[in-house]
């Protein structure tokens, strides 16, 4: 059972993400919050295996200060943060400190549920919309793009396919699907992968990926 719990300061947002998870047999919501300092009580108190939460809640940065202060719990969950089209310096900050994931707050619930496994198992998610926005956000785009241009260009061919896989949101058991390869072996191409171009978990090879022009 993946225990999941959901900080927003939205009672509708909440209500919906409480409607879309709880019926799924496999995902149990332990707990919610309305503001950063009840998140991380929650996480502390519950011990999710998966946490979603809300960039700016109370505040603009309440939703950052909040993963700072789960990221530094004994034993944290996998954490996605919830955004809308909006992106920002906070949706940097918090791919800086590690999130996980990044999802529209207007996901379909197969969406989500897909979304919540992938993480539990040690994924991450970014939604294309979202990425795109990450990179059309800078303001020197060509600039940015060299970098990650020479960072791909050091990976072998079969790894680029790996990068740009993650791109697009697969997990590592429908990256061996496309690459006829077993998932210890993507594992291990994953995992070479970071190394290689200094990532720190796959939301930043997925952004690597879009930068670099593996996807459109």
Same mark, same amino acid.
């Given at each position: 059972? +993946?225990?999941?719990?959901?900080?927003? &300061?939205?009672?509708?947002?909440?209500?919906?993400?409480?409607?879309?998870?709880?019926?799924?047999?496999? +995902?149990?919501?332990?707990?919610?919050?309305?503001?950063?300092?009840?998140?991380?009580?929650?996480? !502390?108190?519950?011990?999710?295996?998966?946490?979603?939460? @809300? +960039?700016?809640? !109370?505040?603009?940065? &309440?939703?950052?200060?909040?993963?700072?202060?789960?990221?530094?719990?004994?034993?944290?969950?996998?954490?996605?943060?919830?955004?809308?089209?909006?992106?920002?310096?906070?949706?940097?900050?918090?791919?800086?400190?590690?999130?996980?994931?990044?999802?529209?707050? &207007?996901?379909?619930?197969?969406?989500?549920?897909?979304?919540? !496994? @992938?993480?539990?198992?040690?994924?991450?998610?970014?939604?294309?919309?979202?990425?795109?926005?990450?990179?059309?956000?800078?303001? @020197?785009?060509?600039?940015?793009?060299?970098?990650?241009?020479?960072?791909?260009?050091?990976?072998?061919?079969?790894?680029?396919?790996?990068?740009?896989?993650?791109?697009?949101?697969?997990?590592?058991?429908?990256?061996?699907?496309?690459?006829?390869?077993?998932?210890?072996?993507?594992?291990?191409?994953?995992?070479?992968?970071?190394?290689?171009?200094?990532?720190?978990?796959?939301?930043?090879?997925?952004?690597?990926?879009? !930068?670099?022009?593996?996807?459109?």
């Amino acid at each position: 059972m +993946i225990k999941v719990m959901f900080a927003d &300061d939205e009672e509708l947002v909440r209500s919906g993400l409480r409607a879309m998870l709880s019926g799924a047999p496999d +995902i149990e919501v332990v707990g919610e919050a309305s503001d950063g300092r009840s998140a991380v009580e929650t996480a !502390r108190r519950f011990h999710p295996d998966v946490a979603l939460l @809300d +960039i700016k809640m !109370r505040s603009a940065d &309440d939703g950052i200060r909040a993963l700072r202060a789960i990221q530094a719990l004994p034993e944290p969950p996998v954490v996605a943060m919830l955004t809308t089209f909006d992106i920002d310096e906070y949706v940097s900050a918090a791919l800086r400190l590690g999130a996980n994931g990044f999802l529209l707050k &207007d996901i379909e619930p197969a969406a989500l549920l897909r979304a919540v !496994r @992938d993480l539990a198992r040690g994924g991450a998610v970014l939604d294309p919309g979202v990425a795109a926005r990450m990179v059309s956000a800078h303001r @020197d785009e060509q600039r940015a793009a060299q970098p990650a241009r020479k960072l791909l260009a050091s990976l072998s061919d079969r790894e680029r396919e790996v990068v740009g896989l993650i791109g697009q949101g697969l997990s590592n058991a429908e990256i061996g699907g496309k690459l006829h390869l077993s998932e210890a072996t993507v594992k291990g191409y994953v995992s070479a992968v970071l190394s290689k171009i200094g990532a720190a978990n796959r939301v930043q090879a997925a952004l690597l990926a879009y !930068r670099g022009g593996l996807i459109e």
